[in-house]
């Protein structure tokens, strides 16, 4: 299964648009979010989306009523972190939008997604797991806006740099 994971859009419309072709035409089952959409306006691009989106809020949502109003036609779970959810193979995803929030999870799970460093990073731990930090969607902070696109089967990940026109193997 191929899951796209991004963060940290900070209203950036054109990069939140890019991000969202980028998952489409990586076919993904589903796109998981790990927080700081901001306002409303950052809505309308993620209704282009042709799977479900996952995700929960960031420490910069501007109207969580408002986002969650927008995203119920798109969003299958959306909520504060951690959010806890079942991919379509069995494979189990936690999301919050700083790693600390990770200290509050009880439940086992095989990929964790993180945000708010703006930073890409990618890990296991001791078990196993795999820790994934997209980077930023906006490119505000660093001017590199990038996602991640997560295949399931082997648990691996590859970074795409939305500057570029996206390219990847299907």
Not at 15 to 38: K, M, P, T, Y
Not at 88 to 98: A, K, L
């Amino acid at each position: 299964m191929r899951v796209g994971v991004f963060a940290d859009s900070h209203d950036h419309l054109d990069n939140i648009r890019l991000a969202v072709q980028c998952f489409n035409q990586a076919e993904c089952s589903c796109v998981l979010f790990a927080g700081d959409l901001v306002s409303t306006i950052a809505v309308p691009p993620l209704r282009g989306l042709k799977c479900p989106l996952v995700g929960c809020f960031g420490d910069n949502e501007g109207n969580k009523i408002g986002l969650l109003a927008g995203l119920s036609m798109v969003s299958k779970l959306f909520q504060d972190p951690p959010v806890h959810y079942r991919g379509e193979d069995g494979t189990r995803f936690v999301i919050v939008h700083m790693k600390p929030q990770l200290r509050l999870v009880r439940d086992d799970f095989d990929v964790a997604v993180f945000g708010h460093t703006h930073k890409p990073r990618m890990y296991r731990d001791e078990n196993g797991r795999l820790f994934i930090n997209p980077g930023e969607t906006s490119g505000w902070s660093f001017g590199h806006p990038t996602v991640a696109l997560l295949n399931t089967e082997t648990l691996t990940a590859d970074f795409v740099e939305l500057t570029q026109r996206p390219s990847f193997q299907a």
